[in-house]
């Protein structure tokens, strides 16, 4: 079946610190990829995604690259600020028929200390 | 312009009781979808609408769980005899239903559902 899965939280960094979390997926085919993010108090809005192999996604200065060789869609920032401070969830939308439905993560809680 | 509402932002029921939550998706929107988060984990799929049918319902864990679009617009998640393992946040989300597999879902701030 199609699953996620991130790597584990939560990950406290110092502003400025350069930030990876990994996510790898399974799926037949090749499905789109996103990324989601949930500010405290805030509702799941999307950060970015990918929809092909090789594909690059970026907003706000992160990045995700679709790598169908290693199955995996991390993403990263070259210098966090404490208003990065949210989980962040990486997701998959299946790339069979009908099935439009997300798959997450179970999320990955980042803090950011000044 | 306004993005998915949900009401109510809480519910707090007894152990077996009935619940219904509204979400009103963004205007336009064919493409409406409920999921559920419990503590500590990612949201999981329930129940896909494009237009007013149930396209993909393969995520309603049992029968008490049931959701209707009548007009293609707002839908209703109703749960029956509810129960403790049924609390957690519900989420609505909507697309525009164009491109369905890579569409952006636009979320709503969700209702939490306690049950006692």
């Known amino acids: 079946g199609n699953s996620v899965t991130q790597m584990e939280g939560p990950v406290t960094l110092s502003e400025e610190a350069f930030l990876t979390i990994n996510c790898t997926y399974t799926a037949t085919g090749y499905p789109s990829l996103f990324w989601y993010v949930q500010y405290p108090g805030e509702g799941l809005q999307l950060l970015l995604k990918a929809t092909k192999a090789d594909d690059k996604g970026s907003n706000k200065g992160f990045e995700a690259t679709y790598r169908k060789e290693t199955t995996s869609f991390h993403l990263e920032k070259g210098s966090v600020q404490v208003s990065d401070s949210a989980v962040y969830f990486c997701?998959?939308?299946?790339?069979?028929?009908?099935?439009?439905?997300?798959?997450f993560g179970k999320g990955t809680k980042l803090t950011v200390n000044p | 312009g306004a993005g998915v509402s949900q009401t109510p932002s809480n519910k707090v029921t007894e152990k077996g009781k009935y619940v219904e939550l509204r979400c009103d998706p963004i205007s336009g929107h064919t493409a409406l979808y409920w999921y559920r988060q419990s503590l500590g984990q990612g949201p999981e799929f329930l129940i896909y609408f494009q237009g007013t049918g149930a396209a993909d319902d393969s995520g309603l864990p049992n029968d008490r769980f049931f959701a209707v679009r009548p007009e293609g617009s707002v839908s209703t998640l109703k749960i029956q005899r509810t129960e403790r393992g049924d609390s957690a946040v519900y989420l609505c989300a909507s697309s525009q239903g164009t491109h369905r597999r890579t569409d952006t879902q636009y979320f709503g701030p969700g209702t939490r559902l306690t049950v006692l």
């Open positions: 997701a998959l939308s299946p790339p069979q028929g009908g099935s439009e439905k997300l798959v």
